[in-house]
């Protein structure tokens, strides 16, 4: 079997029981909901004991429980750029903001980059008159670009606090 095929084995079952994603979250939990979704629909990998929560919970095999436990290829399947509207959306948004972003983070933090895998990502619905809005917060541990073979006092990472006058 391939991932893939886990994938819609798990789609099919959630709709055949007529499960919502929150359901699915909360019987599995012990991590975000984020990352529950993303393993089931081969985007991240599940710890063993989730794993084995997650076959109870839709009846897999050993061999697909341990294929929900292994290492993905993230990004496999999704073409780039995104076709699907809402997918493409947070795409348009780091074209437009995402050179801002960038500026505003390095003038703050200095020459590095926000982590993706030491991250957190909350969504929420904010009710509103003019209609509902979603609400993402994300927190990315900063991570300076190391400079290698710095010598003469120049500092070692690209933290702003580093930075030599």
């Given amino acids: 079997m391939k991932r893939e095929d886990l994938t819609e084995k798990i789609l099919d079952i959630k709709r055949e029981k007529g499960w919502s994603w929150a359901h699915i979250t909360e019987e599995i939990g012990g991590i975000s909901p984020v990352l529950i979704v993303g393993a089931l629909l081969g ?39 995104p076709t699907d509207p809402l997918i493409y959306r947070f795409y348009e948004l780091i074209l437009i903001n995402g050179p801002a972003w960038k500026a505003l983070i390095e003038e703050e933090f200095g020459d590095g980059i926000m982590s993706a895998i030491d991250f957190d990502m909350e969504m929420e619905r904010q009710p509103d008159e003019k209609g509902d809005r979603v609400k993402i917060t994300m927190s990315g541990k900063f991570l300076p670009y190391k400079y290698y073979g710095a010598s003469q006092g120049i500092p070692g990472l690209g933290l702003k606090a580093l930075d030599v006058l």
């Fill in 43 to 81: 985007q991240q990998r599940l710890v063993k004991p989730l794993a084995r929560k997650a076959a109870a919970l839709f009846g897999l095999s050993a061999a697909e429980e341990a294929m929900l436990n292994e290492v993905p290829m993230r990004g496999a399947g999704i073409v780039s750029p």
